[in-house]
């Protein structure tokens, strides 16, 4: 478990607040800076509203009262009901513009992950677990949300706020003022010992949170596994431990909360006693007017409270912070497997030339330093039309082969060629459109039947379709289907057998016409009426096209034109069914084993 732990694990948060993620993040506000001024100006004139109330009470208490002013008192009315009127406008202006902005950001960087991660290299997709990329364009995303839309403008209307009424205390009397923020020391020294026990604790629950996502798909992935061997009581316990320890992180931060709001209230009521304490003393004197104390105990409650949003936004600030940097990393991953400058054009048709040219390749090194080589000074050509297969023990380099030719990686060492034009040196997109590859372990979208066989390429009608279908005997099982070909399969094509489902990735392919045709044990999940209606299907097809098959059953590619056997990443020997079995080498071998007879010429 420890493993999986590690293996999904969030990193370690890095600095509460960093300058230079923060600047990249401003730049998705770029394209709406008019909507950002807006909101800027919009805040200012709400922050502005927040000292109109207490000088009207000032002059309320002070001025219209006792001199029995009606006409007056109607006035500063009127004034107060104006700015209450105007300071709702403005919040609902001020929401509006900071919530679409938050979501403008929000679509930007979600298509910009998405467009990464469909260009990343399998490399990248090797060592990135999928419920971690799904966290960054889901969880962190919206935390970025909320920055934006609650956070980096909004702080400007706190701030606001706050140099507005000490502006205006400063200005109404100085000493009461001074008063006043004799209680911040305390407020600041509880806000920065709020600010490093959430920081800790955000931490904490970040770090369960990804261990209860990494439980929970590890074991609804493996459902089968669990259910087979009995283990849904002990899968349960182990769920209630981390979901116990989950909880604890929560409490915790909830602790802090439950402190630090009844404390800033605490240091609120303080000032408004010194208020009334100190106002009350010069007023009997008859320094501070009654409407003067009455003013600032409303400016108090009014200072404290962006006070105590500036404090809640440090919690979001650490989230976002966190998240960008994870984004951002996300984004500067190097693709090693692009186009080229300036791309070649292939010939069109191409004459399916395929070259293997010593070609070295390995996924990783070993803990030496030195290459662990999957493919080792391969030197293979396959000529236009031919019928080549590929095979070996497992591990031999067959499928790795395949992925080099497709451009899913480069290789380490040499080039692969088709029609003589290195195939770094073309468009990954025009390389992909001459090949058809079919995989052992099929992947079909949830939408319908006719969707997974053209994939939304609008060059394939409901025609081709159908008649892609009906060449590899599809059309039999899909017709019985409710939906026929509107009917939808369900997550991965459920609905469908394994070989239903080999059958319409055979389809897919056929759609496309490709001049390439690759089979990666293709025919090695279906059963012998099914492997038998595709090899009849397909014989027309693979007629004058080149293709590679790489087969573990031997009595697939009997009647292939060439069989090239890999060991340990290398070609060790080549020839057809008859001339592999009588030189009694490695081919001969797999196929004594596989039959359980002797090899017979």
Known sequence: ????????????????????????????LKPYWLKVALAVLVLLGSSATAIVGPWVTQLVIDEAIPAGDTHYLGILAGILFATASLAFVLGYVQAVITTWLGQAVMFDLRSEIFAK?????????????????????????????ELFSSGVITVFGDLFTLAFIVGAMLQMNLELALITFSVLPLVFLTAFLFRAKVRSAYRDIRVRLARVNAFLHERFTGIRVVQLFNREEADSDRLEELNQDYLGAHLRSITYYALFFPAIQFFTALALALIIWYGGLQ?????????????????????????????????LLQSAMASSERIFRLLDEEITVTDPPDPKRLSHPTTGLISFEKVWFAYDEAPGGEPTWVLRNIDLQIKPGEKVALVGHTGAGKTTLINLLMRFYNPTHGQICLDGLPI??????????????????????????GYNVHLGASQIDQKKIQEACERVG??????QLEG?????????????????????SFARALAFDPEILVLDEATSSVD?????????????????RTSLIIAHRLSTIQNADRIVVLHQGAVCEQGTHEELLATEGLYARLYELQFASPAIS
């Open 474 to 479: 599809a059309d039999r099982f899909i017709e």
């Open 528 to 544: 012998s009426e099914i492997e038998e209606r595709i090899e009849v299907a397909t014989q027309k097809l693979l007629k004058g």
């Open 424 to 449: 770094g040196k073309t468009s990954i997109k025009e390389l992909r459109s001459r090949i058809g590859l079919v995989l052992q372990d099929v992947f079909l979208f949830s939408q319908d039947v």
């Open 484 to 504: 026929g070909y509107g009917q939808p399969l369900g997550e991965r094509g459920t609905k469908l057998s394994v070989g239903e489902r080999q059958l319409i």
């Open 1 to 28: 478990m420890s493993d999986v732990v590690a293996f999904h694990e969030e990193e370690v948060l890095g600095k509460a607040y960093d300058a230079r993620l923060m600047r990249r993040l401003i730049t998705y």
């Open 117 to 145: 991660l469909q260009r990343a290299d399998l490399k990248f997709y090797d060592k990135n677990p999928i419920g971690r990329l799904m966290t960054r364009v889901t969880n962190d995303v919206e935390t970025l949300n």
């Open 283 to 315: 007023s009997l004197e008859g320094t501070i007017t009654v409407g003067v104390i009455a003013a600032f105990l409303q400016y108090a409650q009014r200072f404290f409270r962006p006070v105590q949003d500036l404090s809640e936004k440090y919690n």
